[in-house]
Nanobody
């Protein structure tokens, strides 16, 4: 059984930074892609960023491009989301998820970590 565990959330001021981590453990096998999503109160879960494990290709939502950076560490099966120039509208629960293949749906999800940005 695969587990994804997010960490690094918390409270930040507008303009500040936070780094989220997504660690994969358990009976792991190769992931094709890991992504970050977020869900604000009363809103749907939205895509934030994703990274392919092979080749490191990255994808970003327009709202975070230029402010957030996703990266992956193969040595410890961890994906990071460096968030800079945070805005109050970035406040949400952030989830990581992985795809086993590029064409599959997201197969496994973490429990989420809260990010709160004060103005």
């Amino acid at each position: 059984q695969v587990q994804l565990v997010e960490s690094g959330g918390g409270l930040a001021q507008a303009g500040g930074s936070l780094r989220l981590s997504c660690a994969t453990s358990g009976r792991t096998f190769s992931s094709a892609l890991t992504g970050w999503f977020r869900q604000a109160p009363g809103k749907e879960r939205d895509f934030v960023a994703a990274i392919r494990w092979s080749g490191g290709v990255t994808y970003y939502a327009p709202s975070v491009r230029g402010r957030f950076t996703i990266s992956a560490d193969n040595t410890n099966n961890t994906v990071y989301l460096q968030m800079s120039n945070l805005k109050p509208e970035d406040t949400a629960v952030y989830y990581c998820a992985r795809k086993i293949t590029l064409t599959s749906p997201y197969n496994d999800w973490g429990q989420g970590t809260q990010v709160t940005v004060s103005s």
